[in-house]
């Protein structure tokens, strides 16, 4: 499954040099050049790591860096910025920043550090449970195993893989494109978007879920653990 990286830099030169210069075979680099942009690309889910200036036209890079993290607090930002004084650095460390690197710098340092944190964050997720329940439900990624109400329930892996992303992405509206690209990675060039329905529907009726794994009109699908 390839990794997601977002680059938020309104400089368009240096943001399309960053994006050749960390996308591999195994990552995704998406470029962005304001906060808007950014904002609707981390709400259609799955990011793995975000470079972010702090002069963007549309606002302050730290101000949105606080906005990611009061979301999502284990999303990993670098922040990549020419302001570089003691002060700046540490106003942005303080602010939650994971890493930050002050321009010009070194692109091959800038790509050891990203490889680092990303590394450092797929240990973290390898040594976390992978056992996730409610009431209701007990998936159990490690065995792959999983049960509604305490009765086994058999998956194909395609629908192993997708329930995976729900859950790990619960409460995000993920798009129908994201889901596509993250399951059906065998290199096909194309895929029959119709394939993505039959497999919610199936994943649906398995596990009961007509009410968690909800239909975003227009956009995709989230899951709910709770439902109201």
Known sequence: MKQLLIIVEDDKSLNQGLCKALASENRQVISCQNIRAAREQLALGGAALVLLDINLPDGNGL???????????SLPVI??????????????????????????FSLSVLR???NARLRQTADADCRSAQIHENGKFRFDFDHMHFTVNGTAVELSKTEQKLLRLFVENQGNTLSRSFLVDRIWTDGAEYVDENALSVTV???RDKLDAQEHIKTVYGIGYKFEWSVQ
């Open 112 to 114: 050891a550090r990203v």
């Open 63 to 73: 101000d949105f860096l606080q906005e990611l993290k009061a979301a999502s607090p």
């Open 201 to 203: 529907k199936r994943l």
């Open 79 to 104: 922040m990549l910025t020419a302001n570089d004084t003691d002060m700046d650095i540490v106003e942005g460390l303080e602010k939650g920043a994971d890493d930050y690197i002050t321009k010009p």
